[in-house]
């Protein structure tokens, strides 16, 4: 399935998504979900592009099917489908799906991102995607904390997968004491490597730390999950973080920062669309990636300054692009 949310301000950009549902309809409400949450994340960023998601909804007895011996065939047809779109959307990865992947969809079509860099793309996007973490945690902590270094302060980290990882190395290069989670016990070794602390997911949802940064799945907080919060501030690469826009009051009631997902996790789209279709240099598209913590901490200087939700000063920007284009 593709979902094209928007083109107001240009094609559509989303990831492709491999994944088992138990019903075909839940792939559905991803897809529009998702594509939805683009559209906030492109406009946001800057880009002259619309939001869209493709999702292929595989069941538990054809995954291995699929995402093994008949892979390719998957891959072709996706290709075909996102060609037939006429330029409208363009893919790259998600869950499910990697460099290697769009190498192949790239066989069918050329809208499509992140290619291996030998093959002419931007490469895997975590690295960007971490980048543009690293840079709204210090707006975020800058405006919570003005003048304050990392290494005063402590971070517990939901997900220690391709961008998770990343930004915990960099925080324990800061200095930062770490509480760390992830589903996969195996990844308690980087914990270890780093001195931090090792916790459930849970547990660090209310873990005693200074900043929260949720780099795993979305939909973690929630009114229950926000009533026995352990920090101050949240800012993190998991997308869709809030499982309703109501937990962005809960959260502002209980005098919690949150940093929009949206502003927050869009260095992955940002670099790819500043090289594959500006032509930029690495370096060149890590400064516009870095640019996300300005976006953020002007978002929340809007916010406190009209006594409003990060999400809602967020939602103004994207409602006045998609207006006006500006």
Same mark, same amino acid.
């Given at each position: 399935?593709?979902? +094209?949310?928007?083109?107001?301000?240009?094609?559509?950009?989303?990831?492709?998504?491999?994944?088992?549902?138990?019903?075909?309809?839940?792939?559905?409400?991803?897809?529009?979900?998702?594509?939805?949450?683009?559209?906030?994340?492109?406009?946001?960023?800057?880009?002259?592009?619309?939001?869209?998601?493709?999702?292929?909804?595989?069941?538990?007895?054809?995954?291995?099917?699929?995402?093994?011996?008949?892979?390719?065939?998957?891959?072709?047809?996706?290709?075909?489908?996102?060609?037939?779109?006429?330029?409208?959307?363009?893919?790259?990865?998600?869950?499910?799906?990697?460099?290697?992947?769009?190498?192949?969809?790239?066989?069918?079509?050329? &809208?499509?991102?992140?290619?291996?860099?030998?093959?002419?793309?931007?490469?895997? /996007? /975590?690295?960007?995607?971490?980048?543009?973490? &690293?840079?709204?945690?210090?707006?975020?902590?800058?405006?919570?904390?003005?003048?304050?270094?990392?290494?005063?302060?402590?971070?517990?980290?939901?997900?220690?997968?391709?961008?998770?990882?990343?930004?915990?190395?960099?925080?324990?290069?800061?200095?930062?004491?770490?509480?760390?989670?992830?589903?996969?016990? /195996?990844?308690?070794?980087?914990?270890?490597?780093?001195?931090?602390?090792?916790?459930?997911?849970? &547990?660090?949802?209310?873990?005693?730390?200074?900043?929260?940064?949720?780099?795993?799945?979305?939909? +973690?907080?929630?009114?229950?999950?926000?009533?026995?919060?352990?920090?101050?501030?949240?800012?993190?690469?998991?997308?869709? &973080?809030?499982?309703?826009?109501?937990?962005?009051?809960?959260?502002?009631?209980?005098?919690?920062?949150?940093?929009?997902?949206?502003?927050?996790?869009?260095?992955?789209? +940002?670099?790819?669309?500043?090289?594959?279709?500006?032509?930029?240099?690495?370096?060149?598209?890590?400064?516009?990636?870095?640019?996300?913590?300005?976006?953020?901490?002007?978002?929340?200087?809007?916010?406190?300054?009209?006594?409003?939700?990060?999400?809602?000063?967020?939602?103004?920007?994207?409602?006045?692009?998609?207006?006006?284009?500006?």
């Amino acid at each position: 399935m593709i979902s +094209i949310d928007s083109t107001r301000l240009g094609p559509a950009l989303g990831g492709c998504r491999i994944k088992a549902y138990s019903r075909w309809q839940d792939g559905l409400a991803d897809v529009l979900r998702l594509s939805a949450a683009m559209t906030e994340k492109a406009a946001l960023a800057g880009l002259e592009h619309g939001g869209g998601k493709a999702v292929v909804a595989l069941t538990e007895g054809s995954s291995a099917d699929w995402t093994g011996a008949r892979r390719s065939e998957l891959l072709a047809d996706i290709g075909d489908l996102v060609e037939d779109l006429d330029g409208r959307y363009w893919t790259g990865p998600d869950i499910g799906t990697g460099p290697a992947d769009m190498a192949e969809i790239h066989r069918r079509t050329r &809208q499509v991102f992140c290619r291996p860099e030998s093959d002419g793309g931007s490469g895997d /996007s /975590s690295g960007p995607t971490a980048i543009g973490v &690293q840079s709204a945690i210090r707006a975020a902590v800058e405006h919570r904390w003005p003048g304050r270094e990392l290494s005063t302060l402590s971070f517990a980290v939901i997900g220690l997968g391709h961008v998770g990882s990343l930004v915990g190395a960099w925080l324990t290069g800061e200095g930062a004491r770490l509480t760390v989670s992830d589903v996969d016990p /195996s990844l308690k070794t980087l914990a270890q490597q780093w001195g931090a602390q090792w916790v459930t997911p849970e &547990q660090a949802l209310t873990a005693d730390a200074d900043v929260l940064v949720p780099c795993a799945t979305g939909g +973690i907080l929630s009114a229950a999950s926000t009533a026995s919060l352990g920090c101050s501030v949240i800012v993190g690469a998991a997308n869709n &973080q809030l499982d309703h826009p109501a937990t962005a009051e809960r959260l502002h009631e209980r005098g919690v920062l949150w940093a929009p997902d949206s502003v927050v996790s869009a260095g992955g789209i +940002i670099a790819a669309v500043t090289r594959e279709l500006h032509g930029a240099t690495a370096a060149e598209a890590e400064q516009q990636v870095r640019g996300i913590g300005g976006r953020l901490a002007t978002i929340l200087e809007d916010a406190r300054a009209r006594r409003i939700t990060p999400l809602a000063a967020a939602g103004g920007v994207v409602d006045l692009r998609l207006r006006t284009g500006r």
